[in-house]
Structures are given as structure tokens and as C-alpha cells.
């Protein structure tokens, strides 16, 4: 159906040299969303650009925190002055923020200068609803509340040619209390085995060595299904492909990771020996009020595991700083937790009050003033982790797929996820080559080839 609609918009801007400008928020399940939007305006006649003087801007937005709002409504304060003097111009609005009810109010009400706001669940009707706004000239806001439709046949223009991601599993089931994610993205849909793999095997026909399986909650992939499928199966199945070299996935929730799952991380090649395994908090306390359903000590054990069986594995997480109720004694509790595991790398985050989550409802909403200082510490604490870890690499050869050239400097990643720098030329680029450690840095490795 958007075929027809690709068509007629493409039909209408034909030798119009129009340009499309997409600015992406948030996680890489947006990223990966805007990979798929980027193709669809391809196809419709649009050259992509990174300008701002374009003739579509679209806004693919995130609402796990606040602070992406408030940068939202500037950027849409610039486009309106810019719609002045190309009256052409249309401004797109779609993803998590959208599904919020204030925001869509807020839109109605005061920027109805914005052509075309859609969701998470129906992101594939872009052409149809665009092609409605040109024809009827005015807003046209389409929202829905769950995934009416599982589009599958997407294609998508890959900012890599050597590296994609997949969903295998969207929406969130967990509602940890902080999180606003299974508003907006609705509960866990598994995507059919069969159909997973043969992307990948597409992908990698199409060059693709290193593949990221995305899901809010990769775990609990195929429990929905209830056809025995799971995780580790898919992961065990993707293994075989041949041409493919490396396996990334994220997110993993602590509570569901099966001992079957690191073995397969332990037994197949090409999964890279890296975890993104977020805690959030170190005190039992506000774990349970975060409602994650686990404990520390739970969470201690499940790492000890996991290094027992694949000894070099990275481990990275997120941490939440500031939530509801949280003392001092919480919070040491988080830093000492980091020191015990030894994070390779950690996303920190201050607490963000969502409306609908049952934190926001919760006393005690702890003064930014005092989270600013704990956040700070958190910081320092884990740059001396992260910077001591990666001492271990110094004089190690390491294998790197290389992603980026600059001016004879290229920069890849280890299996790890560790950032590593090196001089080459560009035709290594997309290619995996040994290079040995001569420098550790805390958030990169500098290298030379071998
Ligand atoms: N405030 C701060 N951080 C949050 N995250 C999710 N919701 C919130 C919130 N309300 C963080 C969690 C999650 C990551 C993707 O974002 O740490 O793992
Ligand atoms: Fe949000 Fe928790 Fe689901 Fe992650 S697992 S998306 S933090 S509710």
C-alpha cells in the first residue's frame, strides 16, 4: 500500500531537487526506525542532507527522559521561521514522544504548523499520511495505541554497508517504575524466527558482517511466541550464517538471562563477548521500589557466572542516580556495586519524572541539587574503573572491525565494544584487521597494525 503513495509523491517532486533533513533521538531502536523512515523519503524523491535549509524535516523523537522535549519545541520554534520563507517546507514529528496525550495536545493546540506527527506503531503509513497532508493542506495527526499491523517487508538505507541492526522483539512488558517505554511502545511482540534469520542472511548476502539484534528486552524474545523459541535458539541459528563475523545484541534485563544463553555466548564464535546488562541501582531498596525484580545480590551472582564462563567478556550498564526515595546509603550502595563488578563502560543517568509511571507518584523526589553531587561522584568513580580496565589491553592484539576514516585515521571496535584508534588507509574500511595496543586511554585504545 505505501507503494502506491511512495509513488505519487515521488511523481510530484520529481526534478524539484527536494531535500530531506532527519534528526534522530534516543536509542538505537530509533536509529534503527530512522534507517527504515530515511529509505521510504529516499524512494519518495527526497536527497538526504544535513542541512537545515531542507524541504522536509523530520524529528524521530524520544521521551524516556525530559530533557528531549524541551529541545523538540526549540528546533520547532526554528522551523516555523523557516516555513516563513519556504512555505514548502514539511515538518514531520513521529516516535515515543508522540504517543504521549500532552504532547499531541500541545501540537493541536499551538503548532499546527507541523505537517504530518505519527507514532511508534505506524511509522510504515509516513507516505500515505504525508501524501494526505500535500493534497489536503493541513495537519494530519495520526496516533495509534498499539501495533494494529506487523509490517514486515521494510527495507532500509544502512548508514554502514558493513554493519546492520534487527529487531527480533519490540515493546516491554516490565514496567520498571521509572520507565515509560511499555506506554509508548506497547507489550512484547516477537518477530517469527524464520523470518529474522533470513534478514540476516539477506543483509550479509548484501555485504553486512557484523549484525545488532534490538530488542527493549532481547531475553524475552519467543516467550510470546509460545512455539518453544527462544533467545539463545535464534542466536545459535544466526551463528551459522555463513559470511557473518560478529553478533552484537542489546538490551539484556538481568531477570531473564538464561544460563542457556551464556553458554551459547560462551560456545558460538561470532557472538561478540560483550553484555549490556543494565542494574539501574546497587540498594536492594530501590531496586524493589524501581520494580526490577531482581536483588544485588542476585544481580553480584549473575555476573560471577558470566565471567566464569566467558573470562573476557566486557560488561557494560545503565545507572540511574536521583531516583525517588533514594539516600546516601543507596546510593553508596550503587557505587560500590559498580566497584565490585568493574564496569568496561556505564550509561549514567539523573532521574527523569515521567507522567504515567508509578515513580512519578512516589514521595520523596530527591533535590537536584544533592543528585547533581552523587551523579558527579558516580562519574568519577566509574572513569577510575573503566580507565584501570582498559589497562588490560595494552600490548594485546586485538581484531577490529574498522568503521570510520579520517584522514588516515581509522577508528573500529574491538570484540569487546571498546572504541579503538589506529592509522590505515581507507580501503580497510568495513574490514576486520589485527592491530596491537600501544596506548589505554579510559574510553578508547590507541593502536598500531600488525
Ligand atoms: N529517568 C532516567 N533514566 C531513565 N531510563 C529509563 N527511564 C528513565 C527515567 N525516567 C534509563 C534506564 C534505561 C535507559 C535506556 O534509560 O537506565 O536502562
Ligand atoms: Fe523500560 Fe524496564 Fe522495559 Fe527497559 S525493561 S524498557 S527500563 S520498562
Redesign the pocket.
Known amino acids: 500500500m505505501s507503494e502506491y503513495y511512495i509513488k505519487q509523491i515521488f511523481e510530484l517532486n520529481k526534478g524539484k531537487n527536494k531535500k530531506a533533513k532527519i534528526n534522530t533521538f534516543g536509542?538505537q531502536m530509533n536509529a534503527h526506525d530512522s534507517e527504515k523512515l530515511s529509505d521510504m523519503i529516499l524512494k519518495m524523491g527526497y536527497e538526504i542532507t544535513n542541512d537545515n535549509d531542507a524541504d522536509l524535516v523530520l524529528f524521530n523523537t524520544c521521551c524516556?527522559?525530559e530533557n528531549p522535549e524541551d529541545k523538540l519545541f526549540g528546533n520547532l520554534g526554528y522551523f516555523k521561521n523557516k516555513k516563513k520563507n519556504n512555505p514548502d517546507l514539511k515538518i514531520i514529528l513521529c516516535g515515543c514522544m508522540m504517543q504521549q496525550k500532552h504532547i499531541i495536545d500541545k501540537l493541536r493546540s499551538s503548532y499546527n504548523f507541523v505537517d504530518v506527527v505519527f507514532g511508534t506503531f505506524n511509522f510504515h503509513k509516513l507516505p500515505e499520511l504525508l501524501y494526505n497532508n500535500i493534497m489536503s493542506n493541513s495537519q494530519i495527526i495520526d496516533i495509534w495505541d498499539e501495533a494494529k499491523e506487523f509490517e514486515e517487508n521494510f527495507s532500509l538505507t544502512r548508514k554502514f554497508p558493513f554493519k546492520a541492526s534487527v529487531n527480533i522483539i519490540y515493546g516491554c512488558n516490565n514496567f520498571?517504575s521509572?520507565?515509560?517505554?511499555p506506554y509508548v511502545r506497547g507489550r512484547e511482540r516477537s518477530r517469527n524466527f524464520n523470518d529474522i534469520v533470513d534478514e540476516v542472511k539477506y543483509l550479509v548476502d548484501d555485504g553486512v558482517k557484523e549484525i545488532m539484534l534490538l530488542g527493549q528486552n532481547v531475553n524475552s524474545y519467543g516467550l510470546d511466541l509460545k512455539n518453544g523459541e527462544n533467545f539463545a535458539k535464534l542466536l545459535k541459528e544466526i551463528n551459522k550464517i555463513d559470511g557473518l563475523e560478529r553478533i552484537r545484541f542489546m538490551?539484556s534485563h538481568p531477570k531473564d538471562l538464561s544460563d542457556e544463553l551464556i553458554f551459547t555466548m560462551r560456545d558460538c564464535r561470532k557472538i561478540c563477548h560483550h553484555l549490556h546488562l543494565?542494574v539501574?541501582s546497587g540498594s536492594n531498596r530501590i531496586l524493589k521500589l524501581m520494580n526490577r525484580k531482581y536483588t544485588r545480590e542476585y544481580y553480584l551472582k549473575l555476573v560471577e557466572k558470566i565471567k566464569k564462563n566467558i573470562p573476557d567478556i566486557a560488561l557494560t550498564t545503565?545507572?540511574?542516580v536521583g531516583f525517588p526515595q533514594e539516600t546516601n546509603e543507596d546510593f553508596e550502595d550503587t557505587l560500590s556495586l559498580v566497584k565490585e563488578v568493574a564496569f568496561d563502560n556505564a550509561?549514567t543517568?539523573?532521574?527523569?519524572?515521567?507522567e504515567r509511571?508509578k515513580?512519578a507518584k512516589m514521595p520523596e523526589q530527591i533535590p537536584s541539587e544533592i543528585v547533581k553531587e552523587r551523579f558527579e561522584k558516580l562519574l568519577d568513580v566509574l572513569n577510575n574503573i573503566v580507565g584501570k580496565k582498559n589497562e588490560r589491553y595494552l600490548g594485546s592484539t586485538q581484531k577490529i572491525l574498522v568503521e570510520e576514516y579520517d584522514n588516515n585515521k581509522l577508528t573500529g571496535r574491538n570484540e569487546n565494544n571498546i572504541l579503538v584508534h589506529f592509522n590505515g588507509k581507507k580501503n580497510l574500511l568495513g574490514n576486520l584487521v589485527d592491530v596491537k595496543i600501544i596506548n589505554c586511554k579510559p574510553f578508547y585504545l590507541v593502536a598500531e597494525r600488525i
Open positions: 536509542c524516556v527522559r520498571c521509572y520507565c515509560i517505554v538490551t543494565p539501574q545503565d545507572i540511574i550509561f543517568f539523573i532521574y527523569s519524572k515521567r509511571t515513580a
